[in-house]
């Protein structure tokens, strides 16, 4: 039988038909079987009730007349016990109103008395599919929520402990939420798990904005859209960041980089629920949860007039601070066990494990761009390791760091700027003076790596050609 038939999704229809008329029941049942459908009978309620409790179905197909426990008393029970089974009532042609009525709390559809087979089989696939691409989207809820789950930041440390905490609290409350931590910590994993770890937000849209990437002359229409016509240039009307993420959350990385003129507008909009687009007349409600994050002191740029005092404190009413690394080195060993898995599912490649040289030298790395600045060092040993176990000899850029270290006094101590000269060169040359590459492994922004390369009086070899592209600035 085709899928047209009695199948969906390549497997035989579930339909249970509920009818208290013992000759409609078995015409109903013969016809879908024949059809190809598996079909179930009930004549009461109560005992579809229990046949469901047995093995679900995809689809109900009751009449709503019976005797004792009526077909819109059973899609209430259906709804509470089995949400994603669809119900579909059968009604003769006075009782409409009442199939109206149940549609309204939850039905699928409704056919009236006297009806073709046919007719009804059709329905019963159309409500079967719904009912399929319903499942579907719970599990890729479930998939999401997994995989943004508290328990993937890695670490068994007081520090990380107490992180994962504040984040289970913070999934369960609706108020906003300020993640402080340097570059490389984790931050927008944190907003995430807070996200799809909510009941009641997790399934809308998590919309992440990077404040510091939106020049200051766009802020405006990119963060609360724009009505065509507003200004030159605006062809078209354009939803902006906030409206995108009502009913779910809207994720501020590197809040601190908002303008001043730009942070009263937002803070009206989480006081007010409510946005109006650049050029409309009418403002727009939104459903708005707001988590920020950032790697400055806010509190500093409140004093220096910065940042606005108010937004600050609308910002932070839940606070979680995420740790640097080197704060908890004990947790780099399950971590880099962690992120290797990843990073070798990612390229297809064996992931075998790291020889006691390499937890060693991982754990004693001071790691200044924090999980971000791990996994590029991981990403770039894994390929190098070529099917084996990771080794010291793999991690050259931490290399010298492990030799230098030492529990007794440093006859040689060197200033924080020479230690930093040395370590930018010898990343620049294992990166082939590629600065996009070697600021990912140090965790900085290119900008960042060319004002050090500046300051410290780097010289690379001379490029030529397509590879030039990365040196322009």
């Avoid at 229409?221 to 009307?237: C, D, K, Q």
């Avoid at 030529?464 to 040196?471: C, L, V």
Wanted: hydrophobic share 45%; with cysteine.
């Amino acid at each position: 039988m085709s899928e047209a038939a009695g199948a969906v999704a390549g497997r035989p229809l579930q339909v249970l038909v509920v009818e208290d008329d013992a000759r409609m029941l078995d015409i109903l049942v013969r016809h879908l079987e024949r059809m190809g459908y598996a079909v179930r009978a009930a004549p009461s309620g109560g005992r579809a009730l229990q046949l469901l409790e047995a093995e679900p179905a995809d689809v109900v197909l009751s009449d709503i007349r019976m005797p004792g426990m009526d077909g819109r008393t059973l899609l209430q029970e259906v709804k509470v016990r089995h949400p994603a089974t669809k119900v579909v009532l059968m009604t003769a042609f006075g009782t409409v109103a009442d199939a109206v009525e149940a549609m309204q709390a939850g039905a699928y559809t409704y056919v009236t008395k006297p009806f073709k087979v046919e007719e009804v089989a059709a329905v019963l696939r159309n409500a079967a599919r719904e009912a399929a691409l319903t499942h579907e989207v719970t599990s890729l809820r479930k998939v999401v929520r997994g995989r943004w789950s508290p328990d993937r930041l890695i670490g068994n440390s007081p520090q990380m402990q107490e992180v994962r905490r504040l984040i289970r609290e913070a999934a369960e409350v609706a108020a906003t939420v300020l993640i402080t931590g340097r570059s490389g910590t984790g931050k927008e994993m944190a907003a995430r798990a807070i996200h799809f770890g909510s009941a009641e937000r997790g399934a809308g849209p998590f919309v992440p904005v990077n404040c510091a990437a939106i020049p200051e002359s766009l802020f405006e229409s990119a963060m609360f859209g724009h009505r065509r016509g507003a200004f030159t240039g605006a062809v078209e009307s354009q939803v902006g960041f906030v409206e995108q993420s009502s009913g779910g959350t809207l994720f501020l990385d590197e809040v601190g980089e908002i303008p001043v003129g730009q942070q009263a507008k937002l803070l009206r909009v989480l006081q007010e629920q409510e946005l109006t687009p650049v050029g409309s007349p009418r403002p727009v409600k939104v459903d708005l949860r707001v988590i920020a994050a950032t790697n400055r002191n806010l509190e500093g740029m409140v004093r220096q007039g910065e940042f606005r005092e108010d937004l600050y404190y609308r910002l932070h009413v839940l606070r979680i601070h995420l740790p640097e690394l080197a704060e908890r080195a004990g947790d780099v060993p399950s971590l880099a066990e962690h992120l290797l898995l990843d990073i070798a599912q990612e390229h297809g490649v064996p992931a075998l494990g790291f020889t006691e040289a390499a937890l060693a030298a991982l754990t004693r790395h001071r790691w200044p761009g924090n999980v971000r600045e791990l996994r590029n060092v991981l990403e770039r040993a894994i390929l190098a390791a070529r099917g084996r176990r990771i080794d010291a000899a793999d991690l050259p850029i931490i290399a010298l760091d492990v030799a230098g270290r030492t529990d007794g006094p440093l006859p040689n101590a060197r200033t924080l700027a020479e230690v930093e000269k040395e370590h930018v060169g010898k990343v620049l040359a294992l990166c082939g003076w590629n600065r996009s590459a070697a600021a990912k492994v140090l965790g900085i922004d290119r900008r960042t790596l060319f004002s050090k390369i500046q300051r410290y009086g780097l010289i690379g070899p001379l490029r030529h050609g397509p590879e030039a592209d990365d040196e322009a600035e």
